[in-house]
């Protein structure tokens, strides 16, 4: 047979024809040969045509063509990057025929990669979370040390004016105490209108 000649040879373009051609003039087609057509379409890349041919043969009940079969397609899913859909094609060739030893060796290499893969994914959300805020304590010290600094700046730029720093700390407190005087006088005045408010109504 031409076809088969031609595969055993590695012209798989020649093989591909061949097929086709027998495929074409008998009305029944071995699944010998369906298998080798889609050996010759995968090895030449047209994985798209490939796939449906193995896809003819799934069904057979025959176990070392259905195992190799799946064997093909889980390749082909692989090359899809569709991990999931290879894993269960390769869990499905083994089951078939334990002895398959390329789907064990793709199964379980497949297997370590995707878990790998699956669990940097869960790890990256846990890195990608936002910072919690600090406990009160915390934020109590981070206050004071923000409040000190700002005196340090505030003390620093007194004394660039030529104030020593025990003049430059008395401007600071009087400027403190006025601001106090001015919220509690700011209270009282808040405080007198609204009784004069209660009083009025």
Known sequence: MEAQKAFLKGDFQEASLQYQLLGKQSFFTPSEVTLNFAHSLFEQKDTLAARKKYAQLVSLKEPNLASTTYSQLGIIFCYERD??????LFKEALILRPDNDIARYNYE??????????NKQEEKPKADKKPQNPPPNQQ???????????QKE????LKNYGLTLEKAKTILDGMKN????????????????????????
């Open 83 to 88: 991990t999931v859909r290879a894993l269960a």
């Open 154 to 157: 505030l003390l620093k730029t």
């Open 109 to 118: 290499l497949l297997k370590k990669q995707y878990h790998a893969e699956k």
């Open 178 to 201: 006025d601001e106090i005087q001015y919220i509690q006088k700011r209270n009282n005045l808040v405080k007198s209108r609204e009784s004069r408010i209660t009083q009025n109504w």
């Open 140 to 150: 109590q010290q981070n206050s004071e040390v923000a409040e000190d600094n700002s």
